[in-house]
């Protein structure tokens, strides 16, 4: 026992970043002092199988820089890296799949973070990691890894907001300012603007925050939201729904995409909220015609009123490790592909914004169209910190009710009520339970009728399936759309599913699809799941 505590006691030494909380900060940012000098090496050098998940574009650079790490640490330490790819916007959602064959390194989207610490799948930083993170990285990135008071990831990016492109030769720039003048130029030169409004409570936030609106949700150490304090519903409200409504309501102009293909389609556009992650593409379409620049303000009464954002960012999560080897070289690891390097190294190939405070400050940043954009546009941003997961289902429905409605104050209220009345819904669930959620309850992931019941360890529900083109489903948290447990979890009774749903291309939310209509009971213990056809 002393031996192995001995083990545990220098893995925290060599690591100091990682998990364990102790040790030293590196000097610098440069990878050959990247915590490369600390010993002894001998503690965690050893060759590690690690599974990585990155978006498609950068899988490449990735692939590069871990080769890179393997050359460069001075630990020991040899990564044999599969590359796979994986947006940063589903990551969150496909780990908490199955943790356990989920990946060791994964990019994710900062919203995302409260779940993955509910569901178990990412491991929390120690006490000197947390420091550097804090020291090295911006505000936002900082609150984006961050839920109740402690540090779980590693920050990426800072540039994941949104402002707006355009073509010069239609737009002119003394009207960029106004989306009343550019609603006017686009339908004037038969072009289109292109924002997702109908479909994005990303997109639409932008109105409310324009007014001083807020919807800032508090979580615990747990990830679990405890409080909300949401202004959406509110006179500062009605006025941003009268801003949205005058793009919802141009409907020979409005095109909801953020898609920057529309400024090649036909008709196409001359305008498309998106960032910095387009800005290549849009430059091959446009060339010199390429605009970048902040979002316009819209006029209410009178008065103007700028057009905010969100300003978010892109992280890196370690798994959680049984290994205490394995998970101080992931967070060697972690470190590298996150110092100041890389981050530039990643600027330079894919575009993507720094959160370390140095790389912001290098010309190339500092200088590039995008980049100029989305610091101007984050003057008037919200710092994307934790959301609950049902939240961007609720607030789309905004634009959809109030590019239905008819524009008076009553008609816009109406979609504001709406929208109040589904949010406090949220606070009326038991987090603490399981619901098996599906195809049988129109997947209403706050129908008390079909939450488990707990008995010790185990969550039980018994329930008839009807016959549907669809007879799947999953056991959530109720109230949050992350998968926790589903097909990959069943140890019991997956003679009793469709046989297709094992392929984890055509089941990507890894739900439990029945090849039958029946009355089963299904148990899980939190870690497997068991069916009994009755």
């Excluded at 779940?115 to 990412?122: C, S, T, Y």
């Excluded at 405070?357 to 190339?364: C, F, G, P, S, T």
């Excluded at 997956?494 to 990507?508: C, F, I, Q, S, V």
């Amino acid at each position: 026992m002393k031996k192995v505590l001995a083990l545990v006691l220098a893995v925290c030494m060599v690591i100091g970043l990682a998990a364990c909380g102790g040790g030293s900060t590196p000097a610098n940012n440069t990878p050959a002092n990247n915590s490369n000098n600390v010993a002894p090496a001998s503690e965690i050098a050893g060759t590690y199988k690690v599974l990585v998940w990155c978006p498609a574009e950068a899988k490449a650079l990735t692939t590069k820089q871990i080769e890179a790490f393997n050359k460069d640490n001075k630990l020991g330490i040899v990564i044999e890296a599969t590359v796979n790819e994986m947006s940063e916007s589903e990551a969150g959602t496909q780990v908490l799949n199955d943790v356990s064959a989920g990946p060791d390194l994964y990019f994710f989207a900062q919203d995302q973070l409260a779940r993955l610490v509910q569901g178990a799948g990412i491991a929390k930083l120690g006490e000197a990691a947390s420091k550097k993170v804090k020291d090295e990285s911006d505000k936002a990135a900082v609150a984006a890894a961050t839920t109740g008071d402690q540090i779980y990831a590693y920050p990426l990016t800072s540039d994941n907001g949104y402002f707006m492109y355009y073509d010069k030769s239609v737009i002119k720039e003394e009207d960029v300012d106004s989306l009343e003048k550019l609603i006017e130029a686009c339908k004037a030169a038969g072009k289109r603007f292109s924002m997702e409004t109908d479909t994005s409570a990303w997109y639409i936030a932008s109105f409310f925050f324009a007014t001083g609106c807020v919807s800032e949700w508090t979580a615990d150490k747990d990830g679990v939201f405890t409080n909300v304090k949401d202004t959406f519903n509110s006179p500062e409200g009605l006025i941003a729904a009268k801003g949205l409504y005058k793009l919802q309501s141009a409907k020979d102009v409005h095109v909801s995409s953020s898609n920057v293909a529309d400024f090649s389609a036909n008709p196409a556009s001359a305008i498309v909220v998106s960032g910095t992650w387009a800005y290549n593409d849009v430059k091959k379409i446009l060339g010199d015609n390429m605009g970048a620049t902040d979002l316009p303000s819209f006029n209410v009464d009178g008065k103007d009123y700028h057009m905010g954002s969100f300003n978010g960012c892109k992280l890196l999560g370690v798994k959680p490790q049984t290994d205490v080897k394995k998970g101080a070289a992931l967070n060697q690891l972690a470190q590298y592909l996150t110092d100041y390097d890389h981050q530039v190294e990643r600027f330079n190939e894919l575009g993507w914004g720094p959160a370390n405070l140095e790389a912001q400050k290098i010309d190339a940043v500092k200088n590039n169209a995008a980049q100029v954009a989305i610091n101007a546009q984050n003057q008037y941003a919200t710092v994307q910190g934790q959301i609950h997961g049902s939240w961007w289902d609720i607030a789309k429905v905004i634009g959809t009710d109030v590019g239905n409605s008819d524009g008076s104050d009553a008609g816009l209220q109406k979609a504001l009520d709406n929208y109040k009345a589904a949010i406090d819904e949220l606070f009326k669930i038991d987090y603490s339970g399981k619901i098996f959620v599906g195809a049988w309850n129109e997947w209403n992931n706050a129908d008390e009728k079909f939450a488990m019941t707990k008995d010790g360890n185990n969550f039980t529900i018994t329930l008839d399936v009807p016959q549907s083109d669809y007879m799947g489903g999953r056991i959530v948290t109720p109230g949050d759309w992350g998968t926790e447990l589903g097909y990959a979890q069943v140890t019991t009774g997956k003679e009793l599913m469709n046989p297709e749903m094992a392929d984890p291309a055509k089941n990507g939310d890894n739900n439990i699809v029945f090849a039958a209509p029946g009355t089963y009971t299904v148990t899980t213990d939190g870690t497997s799941i068991t069916i009994v056809k009755k």
